[in-house]
T-cell receptor, first 112, second 112 residues
């Protein structure tokens, strides 16, 4: 099972910031939080990842709470092309190693 | 730099047949992972290969197998196809010492 929980869906107005929350209350001290998105019928696209410091790249910002139990992905100026399913992932340890376990994600709809 | 490529993009097979899917990772990437995506189960991890060795696997039956070649290209094979194997099969590659994975466009397999 995924170690993260996300809202099922969210709407955002075009041009506004989209803030996507994620809870990962059982995260361990050395586990990173990853964000991917998947536009319909395409392969998932890597967005950003972080450990405990806030991170920013050309696509988004990642804000991780001090206790690391939750995080927020921020798309500063959402466009219609940002409509996608967004996955927040913490690797899950198994007998064979650490796997990326994708939950159902958040379906973000950017509205004109 | 070219992205992850997968061939074929679409495939139709009959129950009981076998199928081989191919993945070429990003140049310089040595780790290749495979995922199955279905509407009911979402994105599920199949296995990961590094330096021609399977180093991680998900919870799939032995009908699903894979291999990696010395040039890091990878193939996955599904034998004795079942209707439930109809899915989008995704390949992702990553560098040796970096965790973010880059996905290909996928192969859509339909079993009739």
């Amino acid at each position: 099972d995924a170690k993260t929980t996300q809202p099922t869906s969210m709407d955002c107005a075009e041009g506004r910031a989209a803030n996507l929350p994620c809870n990962h209350s059982t995260i361990s001290g050395n586990e990173y939080v990853y964000w991917y998105r998947q536009i319909h019928s395409q392969g998932p696209q890597y967005i950003i990842h972080g450990l405990k410091n806030n991170e920013t790249n050309e696509m988004a910002s990642l804000i991780i709470t001090e206790d690391r139990k939750s995080s927020t992905l921020i798309l500063p100026h959402a466009t219609l092309r940002d409509t996608a399913v967004y996955y927040c992932i913490v690797r899950v340890a198994t007998a064979y190693g650490q796997n990326f376990v994708f939950g159902p994600g958040t379906r973000l709809s950017v509205l004109p | 730099k070219a992205g992850v490529t997968q061939t074929p993009r679409y495939l139709i097979k009959t129950r009981g047949q076998q199928v081989t899917l191919s993945c070429s990772p990003i140049s310089g990437h040595r780790s290749v992972s495979w995922y199955q995506q279905t509407p009911g189960q979402g994105l599920q991890f199949l296995f990961e290969y590094f330096s021609e060795t399977q180093r991680n696997k998900g919870n799939f039956p032995g009908r699903f197998s894979g291999r990696q070649f010395s040039n890091s290209r990878s193939e996955m094979n599904v034998s004795t196809l079942e209707l439930g194997d109809s899915a989008l099969y995704l390949c992702a590659s990553s560098l040796v010492n970096r965790d973010e994975q880059y996905f290909g466009p996928g192969t859509r397999l339909t079993v009739t």
